[in-house]
């Protein structure tokens, strides 16, 4: 019912910088947060960082400073800024949104990944 695409992954060299986009379509009423978790190779899933609809965000503690999360309401997109980016950065970085669907299902849904490699 709800699909999420993400753009914007890719390699970067340490200290440079890479923005992540996810658009969210389908049968959508409203969609109350949205976010980014990652998963690097052999750890577990991690949240990266969340907006509310109201416009609030959190982040984890190893991103803020350099990673800036926005959204854009009326294009039920959500972005991801990473600036000074490190080698521990390296990870696929999935899109989520919490979602009231028309047909009345409230629900998570998450975007197939994109990859972020850093590496000089």
């Known amino acids: 019912q709800v699909q999420l695409v993400e753009s914007g992954g890719g390699l970067v060299q340490p200290g440079g910088s890479l923005r992540l986009s996810c658009q969210a379509s389908?049968?959508?009423?409203?969609?109350?947060?949205m976010g980014w978790d990652r998963q690097a190779p052999g750890k577990q899933r991690e949240l990266v960082a969340r907006i509310m609809n109201g416009g609030s965000t959190n982040y984890a503690d190893s991103v803020k400073g350099r990673f800036t999360i926005s959204r854009d309401n009326a294009k039920d997109s959500v972005y991801l800024q990473m600036n000074s980016l490190k080698a521990e950065d390296t990870a696929v970085y999935f899109c989520?949104?919490?979602?009231?669907?028309?047909?009345?299902?409230?629900?998570?849904?998450w975007g197939q990944g994109t990859q972020v490699t850093v590496s000089s």
């Open positions: 389908g049968r959508i009423r409203s969609i109350y947060h």
């Open positions: 989520n949104a919490y979602v009231w669907t028309i047909g009345g299902i409230i629900d998570d849904y």
